[in-house]
């Protein structure tokens, strides 16, 4: 079983900074993407920044320039640095993970999610 562990969430001021943390553990052979989503009320679900295995990364119109996803020291995990929050960026941030837990998995692997973690960017 694979498990998607989230932090990092919290509330800060427009302009500020803040940084998601999300470690993949369990059964693991290898990841092919590992992302974050998000979901404001009322909203879909949307893409907010992906990477894949080889470093290629991908983001949302919305927060380039401003968000960087990169691959954190610990094995299995992956970081969003969001700078120059705006209100809009409220919401829940999802990390997402595609991974095949065994060889003899399919490569176009699973999708596993996190539980969420709550952005609140408000004065």
């Known amino acids: 079983q694979v498990q998607l562990v989230e932090s990092g969430g919290g509330v800060v001021q427009p302009g500020g900074s803040l940084r998601l943390s999300c470690a993949a553990s369990?059964?693991?052979?290898?990841?092919?993407?590992m992302g974050w989503y998000r979901q404001a009320p009322g909203k879909q679900r949307e893409l907010v920044a992906a990477?894949?295995?080889?470093?290629?990364?991908n983001y949302v119109d919305s927060v380039k320039g401003r968000f960087t996803i990169s691959r954190g020291n610990a094995k299995n995990t992956v970081l969003l640095q969001m700078n120059s929050l705006k209100p809009e960026d409220t919401a829940v941030y999802y990390c997402?993970?595609?991974?095949?837990?065994?060889?003899?998995?399919?490569?176009?692997?699973?999708?596993?999610w996190g539980q969420g973690t709550q952005v609140t960017v408000s004065s």
């Open positions: 990477i894949t295995r080889g470093g290629i990364t």
């Open positions: 369990g059964r693991i052979f290898s990841i092919n993407v």
């Open positions: 997402n993970a595609n991974i095949r837990e065994t060889p003899s998995s399919r490569l176009s692997g699973y999708d596993y």
